[in-house]
T-cell receptor, first 115, second 113 residues
Framework: DTGVSQDPRHKITKRGQNVTFRCDPI?????LYWYRQTLGQGPEFLTY????????KSRLLSDRFSAERPKGSFSTLEIQRTEQGDSAMYLC?????????????FGPGTRLTVL | GENVEQHPSTLSVQEGDSAVIKCTYS??????FPWYKQELGKRPQLIID?????GEKKDQRIAVTLNKTAKHFSLHITETQPEDSAVYFC????????????FGAGTRLAVHP
């Protein structure tokens, strides 16, 4: 499968624990996005990387959230001191930065449940 | 702030009928409008998109129309089939250069045999 992959697919954790998710984009894609999707809603933008630089963060991304893309390839999203309100599907998407090419391709997501 | 509204939230049609989903956006600088299909438990899949220099785009049974003046765009599915049943999301590219997408809340389409 040459699409976007995410790991783990499911994560159950207790409130207060830290969790980390990984996203591997399509290999030639230099743009990487994280979105969060709650039940019955569309994805909401969290943060954006171009290569290894984090260029935009949503106000939804509190201080407990941190994302990295150290070598401009895979990315990690860490949530510290998880809260029940963090329960959601975390989606990663990738794309290329050509002026006329805007498509974003999504991974299967990591479903987080905070007990 | 940037916002995309999508209607209806649920849509039920008989197999073979047409389905239309409508979205409005608030950012007049938006210039790219994709539609995603999400089946239960699966990733959102891009099915069609349109750029602001085009008023209509068609791909087999699906088409998208864009009215920039009114800031709305629509998805049209003709000759619906049971496998079209899914949640459909519209989105608009936010202005500012980083391509983030602002999504609507989704439309759950049910196609009955």
């Amino acid at each position: 499968d040459t699409g976007v992959s995410q790991d783990p697919r499911h994560k159950i954790t207790k409130r207060g624990q830290n969790v980390t998710f990984r996203c591997d984009p399509i290999s030639e894609h230099n743009r990487l996005y994280w979105y969060r999707q709650t039940l019955g809603q569309g994805p909401e933008f969290l943060t954006y990387f171009q290569n290894e630089a984090q260029l935009e963060k949503s106000r939804l991304l509190s201080d407990r959230f941190s994302a990295e893309r150290p070598k401009g390839s895979f990315s990690t999203l860490e949530i510290q001191r998880t809260e029940q309100g963090d329960s959601a599907m975390y989606l990663c998407a990738s794309g290329v930065s050509l002026a006329s090419y805007n498509e974003q391709f999504f991974g299967p997501g990591t479903r987080l449940t905070v007990l | 702030g940037e916002n995309v509204e999508q209607h209806p939230s649920t849509l039920s049609v008989q197999e073979g009928d047409s389905a239309v989903i409508k979205c409005t956006y608030s950012d007049s600088a938006s210039n790219y409008f994709p539609w995603y299909k999400q089946e239960l438990g699966k990733r959102p899949q891009l099915i069609i998109d349109i750029r602001s220099n085009v008023g209509e785009k068609k791909d087999q049974r699906i088409a998208v129309t864009l009215n920039k003046t009114a800031k709305h765009f629509s998805l049209h599915i003709t000759e619906t089939q049971p496998e079209d049943s899914a949640v459909y999301f519209c989105a608009a590219r936010a202005s500012g250069g980083y391509n983030k997408l602002i999504f609507g809340a989704g439309t759950r389409l049910a196609v009955h045999p």
